[in-house]
């Protein structure tokens, strides 16, 4: 994955859109997200709202907030490894949603109703 230098640090973020399938959107820096990503969430449920700390990361999975869904009718859910400093604030579902939604509401609006998966230079972040 090519970084995104307006990308918010310490984020592994996994998604799918309207039409394009599962994927990483965001890496945060790291050669392997899925290893990073499997470690996270490893053991848990597919509950759609969940969120687990763990050592140096937070395991955060939620609807999406707009209750988007793709062609199947599915909602969309939203599946973060937060890594860094943002990793010990977020203990919860609700702060999870709060601090870290803001983040990347913008960008994944621009790109949920692609009609194929984004690439990097297609995220565009707002600053906050």
């Not at 597919?46 to 907030?65: E, I, N, V, Y």
Request: aromatic share 10%; hydrophobic share 40%.
């Amino acid at each position: 994955m090519t970084p995104n230098p307006g990308a918010p640090p310490g984020l592994v973020w996994a998604t799918r859109g309207r039409i394009w399938g599962f994927r990483f959107l965001l890496d945060a820096g790291l050669s392997d997200p899925l290893r990073a990503y499997e470690a996270a969430f490893f053991g848990m449920a597919d509950d759609f709202d969940t969120c687990r700390q763990s050592g140096q990361h937070t395991a955060l999975r939620f609807t999406d907030p707009e209750l988007r869904r793709d062609t199947a009718g599915r909602l969309i859910p939203h599946e973060f490894v937060l890594l860094g400093p943002l990793s010990t604030e977020v203990s919860t579902v609700d702060r999870g949603k709060e601090l870290v939604w803001p983040l990347v509401a913008s960008a994944y609006s621009l790109v949920w109703d692609l009609e194929h998966a984004p690439t990097t230079e297609d995220l565009v972040f707002s600053a906050l």
